[in-house]
């Protein structure tokens, strides 16, 4: 029977980490702003960005890539 050995020092999110820096570059690169805004369900996160499109969206592009940990969507 052989043995399978587990590195415990290694980051449970390091794949995320990861794909954060490579998004993270390509932003800056792209000289894109972003904002990352997480809470829970029902804070008024919706609503904060419903309200802020008003006075961004005439003078500058804006979009949003939602991630629902929650749910499969």
């Known amino acids: 029977m052989s043995v399978k050995r587990i590195d415990l020092n290694t980051s449970v999110l390091a794949n ?3 794909w954060a820096e490579k998004n993270g570059r390509l932003f800056q690169e792209n000289r894109v702003y972003t904002v990352n805004l997480m809470s829970s369900p029902g804070s008024g996160k ?6 802020s499109f008003q ?5 500058l592009n804006v979009g ?3 991630g629902d940990i929650a749910t499969t969507e």
């Open 64 to 66: 949003v890539i939602v």
């Open 55 to 59: 006075y961004l969206v005439p003078h």
């Open 16 to 18: 995320n980490e990861t």
């Open 46 to 51: 919706t609503t904060i960005l419903e309200h």
